[in-house]
């Protein structure tokens, strides 16, 4: 009977690049898979010949001879989950980049996979395979073609996803820079998206929120402020209407930071 292509877990962990532009890869041996999780600073790597930077939330599956994520900023280096699988076979199961439909999700997912490892208070075997094939079904999910939207909403979206960390950015603002009117861009974004600017805005704050509460030691007040808060209490009410909890127990839950 053929080997089933999953040995184990070999380790899991989260790695805090340090302040340089680049760091010494390290090459995937025989037998071992590694999966990477951006979650937070700047990372480059090459996608279909071309470097770019990769956004929060990109899985990259390493297979043997392939080297890790290695290009960084030193301004603002990355940070990663990491899971060191072991395979009895060298056969690639899924693309080397892939990116879940929601980045929030993954993050959430490699933060509750690290804690339960660090617990040692669970089934190794089922843990290893529901950690496994949950990122592998994610990866070979990303494969499918998504709805492509209008170029006009491409725009503004790309705009938000920009600038959203500015406090004073607003739909009519979004609009301007999009080349389209306020009334076309509300219209854009509900028959595509199903809601308005103004909520993909505070999403995606809010969705920063929680990566930095996630995989920084910065104060709240200060992560109010770079994701584009006006005030704390804009902040903490935001927060709490969107994630359903306070900032402070979001943190004390997913925080790979020991406190």
């Known amino acids: 009977m ?34 990477e999780i951006l979650a937070g600073g700047k990372l480059y790597f090459e996608v279909d010949g071309k ?9 990259f599956w390493h297979t043997a001879g392939e080297k890790t994520i290695c290009k960084t900023s030193a301004k603002d280096p990355y940070r990663c989950y990491v899971f060191l699988f072991r395979v009895n076979d060298g056969k ?19 933060s509750d996979c ?14 290893v395979r529901y950690v496994y094939y949950t990122l592998l079904w994610h990866a070979l ?7 492509e939207y209008p170029a006009a909403l ?3 979206l790309r705009y938000m996803d920009e600038h959203f960390m500015e406090c004073t950015l607003s739909a009519s603002v979004v609009a301007y820079n999009s080349g389209i009117s306020r009334p076309y861009l509300f219209d854009l974004c509900r028959k595509f998206l199903g809601y308005p600017p103004c909520k993909y805005l505070l999403e995606k704050r809010v969705e920063q929120a929680e990566r930095l509460l996630m995989t920084s030691s910065l104060p709240i007040k200060d992560i109010a402020e ?11 009410r935001s927060f709490r209407r969107v994630s359903g909890r306070t900032p402070g127990d979001y943190r004390n839950t997913y925080s790979v930071y020991p406190r």
């Not at 470097?51 to 899985?59: A, D, I, N, R, Y």
């Not at 690639?92 to 490699?110: D, G, I, N, T």
């Not at 999910?141 to 709805?147: F, L, Q, S």
């Not at 808060?229 to 804009?234: N, P, R, T, Y």
């Open 51 to 59: 470097e770019k930077e990769m956004p929060l939330g990109t899985v």
């Open 141 to 147: 999910a990303d494969e499918n073609p998504t709805m």
């Open 226 to 236: 770079k994701c584009g808060f006006a005030s704390l209490e804009v902040f903490y």
């Open 2 to 35: 053929e080997k089933e292509h999953l040995a184990g877990l070999e380790r899991s962990g989260f790695f805090i690049c340090s302040p340089v532009d680049s760091v010494r890869p390290v090459t995937i041996p025989e037998g071992e898979e590694y999966v």
């Open 114 to 127: 690290l804690r339960t490892y660090q617990s040692s208070c669970f089934d190794k075997e089922s843990f």
């Open 154 to 156: 491409r725009k503004a």
């Open 92 to 110: 690639r199961p899924c693309p080397r980049v892939s990116h879940w439909k929601e980045s929030k999700s993954v993050l959430l997912f490699a």
